[in-house]
């Protein structure tokens, strides 16, 4: 998309809805090529994560990046364990070890094993904006999961550079992540969270050589 295009979109798109219908629209017009990019990319960051020991990552749904044979290269490098959201109810939802899968509250597929806290999040976004918050589906999950954790996690989104948003489009509800990981490069957040204080904490100083702002 060039910069006309993407003007044309910003004044074309009034609220979040607008947003996600474009951004669904412009995700499915994906190539290959665009998609093996990214998954090299989240690749070499995962080489940088090899003393994590719980990883929380997510089954794809709605033409999100699949990155599951990744995530299933690290586990087996590392030893270390995949954790998958899991919707509780409520509005709520945790991470758990997939000991086996079933629908979950939301009728998703999801793991029934040990609910656990992960020490890096790897969350797919269908739009992010440079402040980094992130655009999702609407019904609020992340953002009320990382909010309390504060220090405890890491949260990296996964997205694409045509899904870049406005920063205005978002409120006093919504969480920023610690940046956003594209097929380019990393984008750290402009707006920061609480600093990892855990055995992950030098992750985003691990990230600025790819960074691209």
């Given at each position: 998309?060039?910069n006309?295009d993407?003007?044309?979109?910003?004044?074309?798109?009034r609220?979040k809805?607008?947003?996600?219908?474009?951004?669904?629209?412009?995700?499915?017009l994906?190539?290959?090529?665009e998609?093996?990019?990214l998954?090299?990319?989240?690749?070499?960051?995962?080489r940088?994560?090899?003393s994590v020991?719980?990883l929380?990552?997510?089954w794809?749904?709605?033409?999100?990046?699949d990155?599951?044979a990744v995530f299933?290269?690290w586990?087996?490098?590392t030893?270390?364990?995949?954790a998958?959201?899991?919707?509780?109810?409520f509005?709520?939802?945790?991470y758990?070890?997939?000991?086996?899968w079933a629908p979950?509250a939301e009728?998703?597929?999801?793991?029934?094993g040990k609910a656990?806290?992960p020490s890096v999040?790897?969350?797919?976004?269908?739009?992010?904006?440079?402040?980094?918050f992130?655009l999702?589906?609407g019904?609020?999950?992340?953002?009320?999961?990382?909010?309390?954790l504060g220090?405890r996690?890491?949260?990296?989104?996964?997205g694409w550079?045509?899904?870049?948003?406005?920063?205005?489009?978002f409120?006093a509800?919504?969480?920023?992540?610690?940046g956003?990981?594209?097929?380019?490069?990393?984008?750290?957040a402009?707006e920061?969270?609480?600093p990892a204080?855990d055995?992950c904490?030098g992750?985003?100083?691990?990230?600025?050589?790819l960074?691209?702002d």
């Amino acid at each position: 998309m060039g910069n006309s295009d993407g003007n044309f979109c910003n004044r074309a798109c009034r609220n979040k809805q607008e947003w996600r219908s474009l951004l669904r629209a412009r995700r499915l017009l994906l190539t290959d090529l665009e998609r093996r990019c990214l998954e090299e990319t989240v690749a070499q960051v995962l080489r940088l994560l090899d003393s994590v020991r719980i990883l929380g990552v997510y089954w794809p749904m709605q033409a999100e990046p699949d990155l599951r044979a990744v995530f299933s290269a690290w586990e087996a490098r590392t030893g270390g364990q995949l954790a998958y959201p899991r919707c509780t109810g409520f509005g709520r939802m945790e991470y758990a070890l997939p000991a086996d899968w079933a629908p979950d509250a939301e009728g998703i597929h999801s793991p029934t094993g040990k609910a656990v806290i992960p020490s890096v999040l790897f969350v797919p976004c269908l739009g992010w904006s440079k402040r980094g918050f992130r655009l999702g589906y609407g019904k609020g999950y992340f953002d009320r999961y990382i909010a309390p954790l504060g220090s405890r996690v890491s949260v990296i989104g996964l997205g694409w550079e045509s899904g870049m948003v406005p920063d205005g489009l978002f409120g006093a509800n919504d969480c920023p992540l610690d940046g956003i990981l594209t097929a380019r490069g990393w984008h750290a957040a402009a707006e920061k969270r609480i600093p990892a204080q855990d055995a992950c904490a030098g992750i985003l100083d691990r990230l600025r050589p790819l960074s691209v702002d």
